[in-house]
């Protein structure tokens, strides 16, 4: 065995635990076990495992000399008395090897091939990089999409949302990302998945040139609310991992929606009430401090350049989570179901979507292009009904006339055909702007 993997084996032996507290189920009421004895051991957060089937759970709460537990599962089986166990906080500890594996939110192979842990372990939950020590996002990157090439620019560093509708193109897209984007490691949080949804998006939409080198997180949605929770926290322990080796990281997440929705029900284990449709007042900072985490690190470090994906049901940009992630994220991409349905991929809704990456990421005359772009489509955009209805007679407006000559070309520019690099995508695009 090489040294490195000497290295893991011993950290291995060295996370094994030598004594661990122990505590007492004492009763079940409310969706949540009753523990004695754990209540100065066991803190909020923390794990525990409780009877003989070693059934997993997480400690969200502690009064009068108890702590309530949110079970993994149905507690069919235990009785009171049966034995707890404090497990600690969670953590895991990612290592280089992970590159091209399939793990659950506390470490674990999912990919049926043994694993083992880095040299250090890390909390799910930590602090981002102070505010005053970390770099401005850098330079553009190459995606491969003509449309984030030009018109939507990604830069390192950048934390962006796709908001979408179920169905639209979003896990292709992601895809795309995943095998496109200029990166030396890719973390893909996968939040909630059907368990043949993860396998058919790690097998055919990454691919073994994707999977080459992405570490993948997975919480599916048969996985408890705990698991799910955490599997968001998990990948970005992992990415931090990386960059602090000076590496640039592409986490994707998908999806935060969900992330969310189980936070929510961990949230309603401890009691807190809800505030706006259903979630609790805890949710905004919980995604906002998520959030954080990512995007450029401190000098002498790498970046973390992430892409949330946010389900908007009937694609309503109103709602609480994309109003919130609107306002924390360096941008948003609005993927629209109408332009999905006649086969334009992928399916960006130009006009309602924004990269904060620009101006600093084009040069004075990709600018020109990028502003003309916009606004030739605005401009189709708003009188499209009319166009269409044979209302519109040309040369009544000078700015129409252009947008009814181009939109054919811009339509077909924002699809995607075949990769391609930055330059090339600015002179297809000035190409579909000449006249």
């Not at 079940?28 to 957060?45: D, F, I, K, N």
């Not at 059907?194 to 048969?222: H, S």
Request: hydrophobic fraction near 50%.
């Amino acid at each position: 065995m090489d040294r490195p993997g000497l290295l893991n084996v011993a950290a291995a032996v060295r996370g094994a635990p030598v004594v661990r507290q122990t505590g007492r189920l004492d009763a079940v009421g409310e969706g949540v076990l009753r523990v004695t004895g754990l209540a100065r051991a066991g803190r909020l957060g923390e794990r525990v495992t409780v009877g003989v089937g070693a059934v997993g759970g997480e400690i969200v709460g502690a009064a009068d000399g108890r702590i309530s537990v949110l079970l993994d599962r149905s507690p069919a089986g235990l009785i009171p008395g049966d034995r707890v166990l404090a497990e600690g906080a969670a953590a895991l500890a990612p290592d280089p090897s992970w590159i091209g594996r399939i793990v659950d939110p506390a470490g674990r192979p999912l990919d049926g091939r043994p694993l083992l842990p880095g040299a250090v372990s890390l909390a799910h939950f930590a602090a981002a990089p102070a505010a005053a020590t970390r770099r401005a996002m850098g330079a553009r990157l190459s995606t491969g999409l003509r449309a984030f090439n030009t018109v939507l620019p990604i830069v390192r560093g950048q934390r962006i949302g796709l908001f979408a509708g179920s169905g639209v193109g979003k896990s292709s897209l992601l895809a795309a990302f995943a095998r496109g984007i200029e990166a030396d490691v890719v973390v893909l949080a996968l939040i909630g998945e059907r368990g043949r949804e993860m396998r058919d998006f790690v097998e055919r939409a990454l691919g073994p040139e994707g999977m080459a080198r992405t570490v993948v997180i997975a919480a599916t949605a048969d996985r408890p609310a705990a698991d799910r929770a955490r599997c968001l926290p998990a990948a970005l322990a992992v990415a931090e991992r990386f960059r602090d080796d000076g590496r640039h990281v592409l986490l994707l997440a998908d999806s935060i929606t969900r992330h969310a929705e189980a936070h929510r029900q961990m949230a309603a284990a401890r009691g807190e009430a809800p505030v706006i449709a259903g979630f609790p007042a805890s949710t905004a900072p919980e995604i906002m401090s998520l959030a954080e985490r990512a995007g450029p690190g401190a000098e002498g470090s790498g970046d973390i350049t992430a892409i949330f994906t946010v389900l908007v049901p009937g694609s309503d940009m109103e709602g609480p989570l994309a109003d919130i992630l609107r306002g924390v994220l360096d941008g948003h991409v609005v993927l629209d179901r109408a332009i999905a349905e006649r086969g334009r991929f992928p399916a960006i809704d130009l006009v309602r979507s924004v990269s904060r990456a620009l101006p600093e990421a084009a040069t004075a005359h990709e600018m020109t292009l990028i502003v003309e772009a916009r606004r030739l489509i605005a401009a189709y955009e708003r009188s499209e009904l009319m166009i269409r209805a044979g209302l519109y007679n040309a040369g009544s407006d000078r700015v129409l006339d252009a947008a009814v000559e181009a939109w054919p070309k811009l339509d077909a520019f924002l699809g995607q055909s075949e990769p391609m690099d930055p330059g090339e995508s600015f002179r297809a695009l000035a190409r579909c702007l000449s006249r």
